[in-house]
């Protein structure tokens, strides 16, 4: 298996509801990570995790909560969300061996749209 | 501030031609640099890497130059075919072991033409 999963694939939700979006994958990457991207820009790196601890918080609003249960699956739980919020959020994960050497695999997004 | 700049955001390319998009960059420090394709509603993907310590790395027909001095990198295509029709991504990692982040330019679109 050697592919990021990503659901759901598109989501919209209400500045004052609940969601989370899920990633997984099963190829042994030990580091996860949550991106953004607008339409018309890169993406930019929200969280990074490293064997299931937060290694890295880019400054991110806490109205997005990172969670990684288990090596396989990393979650990014939204609450009361701005319609600017909208965007493609990716997931990606990579092997972890101590060098920064290593490629970054990407899911397929969710599309999100904050009403 | 870009650290990552991609200044053509745009290019278009006969079929069977040679495509090349380039990618400049401005911290000396970088030392490994990616190139990803995405494709409308799906997620980048990895095409190719160069450590900083390489000045060329190939696969298939995709071949990425480095020029540390100019702080420049180009992917070049050939022969580049339609399917190649996607926004090309170039992106640098720092230096830090561990940090595991890379900074991502702004984007090529590519269009191959039939």
């Known amino acids: 298996d050697t592919e990021v999963t990503q659901t759901p694939k598109h989501l919209v939700m209400g500045m004052t509801n609940k969601k989370s979006l899920k990633c997984e994958q099963h190829m042994g990457h030990r580091a996860m990570y949550w991106y953004k991207q607008k339409a018309k820009k890169p993406p930019e790196l929200m969280f990074v995790y490293s064997y299931e601890k937060l290694s890295i918080n880019e400054s991110v609003p806490s109205r997005f909560s990172p969670e990684c249960p288990n090596s396989s699956l990393l979650n990014l739980h939204l609450h009361a969300l701005q319609p600017e919020d909208s965007a493609l959020y990716l997931c990606a994960s990579s092997l972890t061996s101590g060098s920064s050497y290593n490629e970054q695999f990407f899911g397929p997004g969710t599309r999100l749209t904050v009403l | 501030d870009q650290q990552v700049k991609q200044n053509s955001p745009s290019l278009s390319v006969q079929e069977g031609r040679i495509s090349i998009l380039n990618c400049d960059y401005t911290?000396?420090?970088?030392?490994?640099f990616l190139w990803y394709k995405k494709y409308p509603a799906e997620g980048p993907t990895f095409l190719i890497s160069?450590?900083?310590?390489?000045d060329k790395n190939e696969d298939g027909r995709f071949t990425v130059f480095l020029n540390k001095s100019a702080k420049h990198l180009s992917l070049h295509i050939v022969p580049s075919q339609p399917g190649d029709s996607a926004v090309y991504f170039c992106a640098a990692s720092p230096p830090t072991s561990g940090t595991y982040k890379y900074i991502f330019g702004t984007g090529t679109r590519l269009k191959v033409l039939a």
């Open positions: 160069i450590s900083s310590i390489k």
């Open positions: 911290n000396s420090m970088f030392d490994y």
